[in-house]
């Protein structure tokens, strides 16, 4: 899984490439959390599942766990590009209280 | 027409992506959707992991997680069924019926969401777990591919 970044008007844009599972999920919460460290100073964080391939109910733990870390810098965390396959999965999860669906 | 296949992999998270790509592969002579598809793959991911992460905890013992399928067509009406069965021969699970309750997890700190039974379950339009203490457990799943949605 790859993370690309994009930081406008103080909102970082954090793209999610590839395929999110319990394998590649602990590299991708070690490069995350690396980017809320370096962010942090934005006001809010949109992450963009659009080239996300594929994710199951690990993405859920994931997103939870950034959504906490920026929230710790008061950064406001949003969810965007979600394809149906990803929706489906986090309205299960309710996730979408916590960080908005764009 | 009908096919059958098993699979013996290690209970690896390597295997996970493997384990999802081989069930969707297997299935495609049922012509399944792209979102029917989609639904196979989370669903056999959530319980190919479930055997790696919580299947065996005992240091040194044998890590096999075994994948059976098969899948049936009635050439008449199109309508096909995928069957899955995903079991492991680890420590099982005391309480199934609370390790399939929504957020239920027993690894709190590690941004588990609780949610793999849950998803297996909405996914499939048939789902079943057995487990025992010390044997192992055995999910079972069933897709019907082709057919209208009640």
Redesign the interface.
Known sequence: MQLITNCQNKTVYITLRG?L???T?SRA?KDADKLVEQYASCESAVFDLREMS?????G???L??RYKAFSRYGVVCYIGGVT??TD??LS??GIYALMPKL | MSNYMKLELSALSENESFARSVVAGFCLPLNPTLTELSDIKTAVSEAVTNCVVHGYKRKGEDKTITLECSIRKDEENGVGELHIVVCDNGCGIEDVERAKTPFFTTLEGEERSGMGFTIMQAFMHEFSVESEVGKGTRVTMVKRIGAQEE
């Open positions: 395929e599972d319990e394998h999920a919460r594929f994710m199951d109910s690990t859920i733990g994931f939870i766990g149906p396959a489906r999965i299960m999860s």
